[in-house]
C-alpha cells in the first residue's frame, strides 16, 4: 500500500528538524516504521552510539591569562588559543554528522542557540567547552535544573560582563537577558523587574582561562527586592527558581522549541499542550515529545529554512563525510562563516536569525560551493548504486526529502548518469534547502 | 518584470558563452570591456536619490557622540565616562561631538550634516532585538515581520539590484511582504564555474509548486545568476579617490576598518552607476556595558571618519548630489554610568542625516538630563518624522505606502 503524503511528511519533518536529516537508508526505514514509532525511537534511542567510535574530547586546557602583547610567550598563546577553539568546533560537527542518534547533539544545538555565548568574546576554548557540556547534560532534562547551572557558567557570566555586576552600581547585562532572552521572553516583566534581577545576582567573580565562577555572599546585594510581585531578599538560585516557576516560563519555553523545531509561527493551543506537558520541572523530554506529536508538527505550512549548519550537517549524514576530514578545519569553518553560522560562535545573545535571512545572495553562493566540496568527498555509491530510472527518487530519501517540484525532478533527471554533478543540484536546490 | 527580462537576457548571454566555448569557465574573470559594460548596462538616471542606510548594532551611547557637554549634571552622573571640554567638539547649543568625530565636524562645518535629536518611538523597548526590530520594521504600534525598506520595495518593479545589504545575512529592514532585499557578501559573489553553472539555473527556476520559502529560496539562487553578472565587475573597480582628505600611511585616513570597508563597496557601486537606490551597511559593538569612554571614542571615531570618507569620495562623482546616508542605533544608553565605567540600555538618541542636499543643523530638542524617565531620557522626536522625510524626498514614494499615516516632517533637504 502506497504510503500516504502525510506520512511521508512527517517522517521527512523527524529526521529534518529532530536528527539534522537521515544517514544512508535510514529514511527507508523510517517510512516502514511510521512516524509515531520513528518520533519516540529519536527522542529515546539506544544509550550507545557507536556512529561516535573514535571521538573522543576535546583538547581545552587552562591557557592562563593572556601573555604581554610584546612577549615571545604571546604568539604561542595566541596559536593555542586558536587551535582549541577550532578544535572545540569541529569536534562537535563531527559529533553531529557521524552521530547515529543524534538527539543529544540536536538537542545541545538548540540550547546553544538558547543561551547563545559567543566564543569571539570569551575567547577561551575550556570556558565554552564547560558551558557546552552543562546543556549537553541538561538538554533533555529540567530546564528549572539547567538554567541554575547556567546562571554561574563562567562563559555566559564573562559575555553578559556578570563578573561586573556589583552592589554598588549593578550592570544589567545579565540580568536583562536573563528575563528576556532565557526564561520568560519580551514584554512579560517591567524595566524594574531588570533592574530588580541585576541587584539579585550580584556577587559573582568569574576566572574566564579556567571557567571558574566564585560566587560571594558578602559581595552580594541581599536586600529586600520586587522581583515579578514578590518581595523578598534574592540570591542567584533563589531568582532562577522565582523565574523558572512563573508561569510565563513553560510558555516561553514551549514557544522558543517551537520556533526552532517547527515554525516561527507559533499557534496558542499547540504552545499551550507543550507548555502543559513541561510540568513543574519543566522537563524539556515530555515538552519534546508533546511537540511532535501535535498535528501541527505535521502541518505542510510549517516550512523552516535550514540553518547553514543544518543544512551542511544533513549534506555530511547522507554522503558521510566526516567535517574534520573535509579539507583542512580553517576552510571549513571559513565556508561557515560565509553561510553566517558557525558554532560556538553566534552574532548576538539572541542567537542566529531563522528562515528567509538564510536566503541570501551570499547563502546561495557559499552553498554552492560548499556542495561542490561534500559531493567530492562524499560516499556516492547509494545514488551510483541505483538504477539510473531509479535515481531522482533514490536523492529524495537520501536526503529525506518529503516531495519533489516537477522542476527539480526534471533538473535532476537531466543529469542522472552523472551522480556528482546530480548530488550537488540536489544539495542546493529549494527542496533541500527548506525543510516542509 | 524588469527582473525577469534581466534573467533572460544574462542567461541567454551565458548560454551562448557555454555553447561557443568564449568561456570555457564561467569565472567572470573580466576584461575592462566587462567593467565598462557592467556599469553602463542599465544606469541609475542622472539625479536618482540613494540611500545609504548606516546601522550601529548594540545600542550606540548619544549622550557620548552629541555630548551636553556644558551640562553639570552630565558630569555628576557619569564622573568615570564622561567627555570634558577639551576632549569634544563643540556644535553649538552647549552640545559637542565627541573629540574622535573629526569627519563629522567638518561636514557638520559644511552644512552637509543634520542631527536629529532625541529619537525614539513611544513606549519605548530596552531590549536590543525588540527595539532593533521596532526600527527596522518602522512600525512602533503594532509589531510586522516586514522591514519599511522591504515594504518600499514592495512598490516597486522586481529587481533585485534595487536593495542590497552588505553581508551574508539579510536584516529584517530589508525584508517585504511580496519580496525582499538582497544581501551580498562583502568578498562579493564568485560565480561557480563550468557546467554547474548552467545546471544550478535550472533548479533555480520558479515553480508553482515551491512552498513561500522554497520560492524565496529558488528566487535567491536565481538572483545570485542574474546580479552576480553585474556585481562582480564593480567590486574590481577602484574606489574613487577622496582628494580632499588627508593621507595617512598610503591610504585615506578611516580606512580599513569595517564599516569603511562595506562603503568603499557602496561608492564604488554609485560611482559605477548601479540601480541600486538604497544601501545597508552597519557596524556592532556599540553595547558598552563596561569601560565605555576609550572603546566609544573608537567606535564613533570610525563611524565618523567612514562616512567622512566616503562623503568625499562620493564628491568625485556625478551622483555627489543625490546620496543620502542615514545613521541610526537601537537606543541610547541610561544616563547614569554603571559602576563597569559602562552604560546599560537607554532609551533616545541622536539620528544622523548626510548629504550634499540636506539642511545641515539640528531638529528636535535635546532630552533634558534632569528630566528623565525612569532614569532614561524622554523621547522628543520620532523616528517615524526621519522616515517619512526619507520616503518623500529620496525614496520618492508616498510615505503612507511604507509608514501608513503620519504627518510631521522635517525640512531636512533644501529645494534649490
Redesign the interface.
Known amino acids: 500500500m502506497a504510503l500516504s503524503a502525510e506520512e511521508r511528511l512527517r517522517v521527512a519533518r523527524l529526521y529534518q528538524r529532530l536528527a539534522f536529516g537521515p544517514q544512508p537508508g535510514e529514511f527507508a526505514k523510517g517510512l516502514k516504521m511510521g512516524a509515531d514509532a520513528l518520533g519516540k525511537r529519536l527522542l529515546d534511542p539506544a544509550t550507545s552510539d557507536p556512529g561516535l567510535k573514535g571521538i573522543g574530547a576535546p583538547t581545552v586546557s587552562d591557557l592562563g591569562p593572556f601573555p604581554d602583547p610584546k612577549s615571545a610567550a604571546r604568539a604561542i598563546f595566541t596559536l593555542n588559543l586558536a587551535s582549541q577553539r577550532i578544535g572545540l568546533q569541529i569536534w562537535w560537527l563531527d559529533r553531529m554528522a557521524r552521530a547515529n542518534n543524534p538527539i543529544e547533539e540536536r538537542m545541545t544545538w538548540f540550547w546553544h542557540g538558547h543561551w547563545a555565548t559567543a566564543i569571539s568574546k570569551v575567547e577561551y576554548a575550556l570556558p565554552m567547552y564547560m558551558q557546552h557540556q552543562t546543556m549537553r547534560n541538561n538538554c533533555l532534562g529540567s530546564f528549572t535544573e539547567m538554567a541554575q547551572e547556567m546562571i554561574t557558567d563562567a562563559a555566559l557570566q564573562y559575555w553578559l ?1 556578570g563578573g ?3 552592589v ?6 545579565l540580568g ?1 537577558e536573563l528575563l ?2 532565557f526564561t520568560l521572553g ?2 512579560n516583566y517591567t ?2 523587574d ?1 533592574k530588580a534581577a541585576a541587584r539579585a545576582l550580584t556577587g559573582f567573580k568569574v576566572v574566564r582561562s579556567s571557567g571558574v565562577t566564585t560566587y560571594s555572599d558578602i559581595k552580594h546585594d541581599s536586600s529586600i527586592i520586587t522581583v515579578l510581585g514578590k518581595n523578598r531578599s534574592y540570591n542567584p538560585s533563589s531568582l532562577v527558581d522565582h523565574l523558572t516557576q512563573h508561569k510565563r516560563c513553560a510558555d516561553f519555553i514551549a514557544e522558543r522549541l517551537w520556533f526552532r523545531f517547527v515554525s516561527v509561527n507559533t499557534p496558542t493551543i499547540e504552545i499551550q499542550k507543550i507548555s502543559r506537558s513541561l510540568g513543574q520541572s519543566l522537563d524539556i523530554g515530555e515538552a519534546m515529545r508533546a511537540l511532535i506529536q501535535t498535528d501541527a508538527f505535521g502541518n ?1 505550512v510549517n ?3 535550514k540553518a547553514p549548519v543544518e543544512w551542511f550537517i544533513g549534506a555530511a549524514r547522507a554522503l558521510k563525510v566526516v567535517p574534520s576530514k573535509l579539507g583542512t578545519n580553517q576552510n571549513l569553518l571559513r565556508q561557515l562563516q ?3 553560522q558557525v558554532p560556538f560562535d553566534p ?4 542567537g542566529w ?1 531563522a ?12 552553498r ?2 560548499l556542495a ?1 566540496d561534500l559531493v567530492k568527498a562524499g560516499n556516492l555509491t547509494p545514488i551510483t548504486n541505483l538504477d539510473t530510472k531509479n535515481r531522482v527518487d533514490g536523492i529524495a530519501d537520501l536526503f529525506g526529502i518529503a516531495r519533489m ?4 525532478v ?3 533527471d ?2 542522472k548518469t552523472d551522480v556528482p ?1 546530480m548530488v ?2 540536489a544539495l ?4 533541500c ?2 525543510s ?1 | 518584470m524588469c527582473g525577469e527580462y534581466l534573467m533572460d537576457t544574462l542567461s541567454r548571454r551565458k548560454f551562448l558563452q557555454l555553447a561557443t566555448g568564449v568561456a570555457g569557465s564561467l569565472t567572470l574573470g573580466l576584461s575592462m570591456e566587462d567593467i565598462a559594460q557592467a556599469a553602463v548596462a542599465r544606469p541609475l538616471p542622472a539625479g536618482t536619490p540613494i540611500l545609504v542606510i548606516v546601522t550601529l ?1 548594540g545600542g550606540n551611547d548619544g549622550l557620548n557622540t552629541v555630548i551636553p557637554y556644558q551640562d553639570s549634571t552630565y558630569y555628576s552622573l557619569r564622573p568615570d565616562i564622561s567627555f570634558g571640554e577639551s576632549e569634544v567638539l563643540p556644535i553649538g547649543e552647549g552640545l559637542a561631538l565627541n573629540g574622535s568625530m573629526t569627519g563629522m565636524k567638518s561636514l557638520w562645518d559644511q552644512g552637509k550634516l543634520a542631527i536629529i535629536r532625541g529619537v525614539g518611538y513611544p513606549q519605548f ?6 527595539s532593533m526590530a521596532i526600527w527596522q520594521s518602522g512600525s512602533p504600534v503594532s509589531a510586522t515581520s516586514t522591514g519599511w525598506i522591504g515594504r518600499w520595495l514592495d512598490t516597486q518593479p522586481t529587481d ?1 539590484m534595487a536593495a542590497i545589504n552588505l ?6 529592514l530589508f ?1 517585504g511582504a511580496r519580496r ?1 532585499g ?4 562583502l ?1 562579493g ?4 564555474k563550468g ?2 553553472a548552467l ?2 539555473q ?2 533555480a ?3 508553482t ?13 536565481r ?2 545568476f542574474s ?2 553578472d553585474e556585481i562582480t565587475p564593480i567590486l574590481k573597480t577602484p574606489v574613487p579617490i577622496s582628494s580632499d582628505l588627508p593621507t595617512v600611511q598610503g591610504g585615506n585616513a578611516g580606512g580599513n576598518s569595517a564599516l569603511s570597508n562595506q562603503l568603499d563597496i557602496v561608492s564604488k557601486f554609485v560611482a559605477a552607476g548601479a540601480p541600486t537606490k538604497v544601501w545597508s551597511v552597519s557596524l556592532g559593538g556599540f ?1 558598552t ?2 569601560d565605555e569612554k576609550g572603546a566609544q571614542s573608537i567606535l564613533v571615531g570610525s563611524v565618523s571618519s567612514s562616512i567622512s570618507r566616503f562623503m568625499s569620495q562620493i564628491q568625485n562623482t556625478t551622483r555627489k548630489n543625490d546620496v543620502t546616508v542615514l545613521v541610526y542605533s537601537e537606543f541610547g544608553r541610561r544616563v547614569k ?4 565605567h ?1 552604560t ?2 537607554g532609551t533616545s538618541g541622536p539620528v544622523f542625516v548626510i548629504g550634499n542636499r540636506i539642511n545641515g543643523g539640528f531638529y528636535g530638542d535635546q532630552p533634558s538630563l534632569k528630566d528623565l524617565d ?1 532614569g532614561d531620557l524622554k523621547i522628543t522626536s520620532d523616528f517615524r518624522t526621519v522616515y517619512a522625510t526619507l520616503a518623500d524626498e529620496v525614496l520618492k514614494t508616498p510615505a503612507e505606502r511604507i509608514l501608513g499615516s503620519w504627518m510631521p516632517r522635517y525640512d531636512l533637504f533644501n529645494k534649490k
Not at chain 1, 552574532?347 to 539572541?350: C, D, E, K, T
Not at chain 1, 542546493?428 to 527542496?431: A, L, N, R, T
Not at chain 2, 509548486?209 to 539562487?221: C, G, N, R, Y
Request: hydrophobic share 35%; glycine share 6%; charged share 15%.
Open positions: 560582563d561586573q555586576n556589583t554598588k552600581s549593578p550592570n544589567e547585562n536583562r528576556e532572552l519580551v514584554g524595566e524594574e531588570v505542510v516550512e523552516q529554512v560565509s553561510l553566517g552574532p548576538s545573545v539572541g536569525p528562515d528567509e535571512a538564510w536566503l541570501t545572495l551570499g547563502n546561495a553562493q557559499a554552492i560551493s561542490q517540484s516537477d522542476r527539480t526534471t533538473a535532476l537531466a543529469v554533478t550537488t543540484l542546493i536546490s529549494p527542496e534547502v527548506v516542509i | 548594532y523597548d530596552h531590549s536590543h532585538f525588540r533585485p553581508g551574508s545575512v539579510l536584516p529584517p525584508m525582499n538582497s544581501a551580498v557578501p568578498t559573489l564568485n560565480l561557480p557546467s554547474i545546471n544550478c535550472h533548479v527556476k520558479s515553480s509548486q515551491d512552498t513561500p520559502l522554497q520560492a524565496v529560496a529558488s528566487e535567491s539562487l538572483n545570485l546580479i552576480g553595547d556595558h563596561a554610568a554603571n559602576a563597569s559602562g546599560d540600555h525612569q
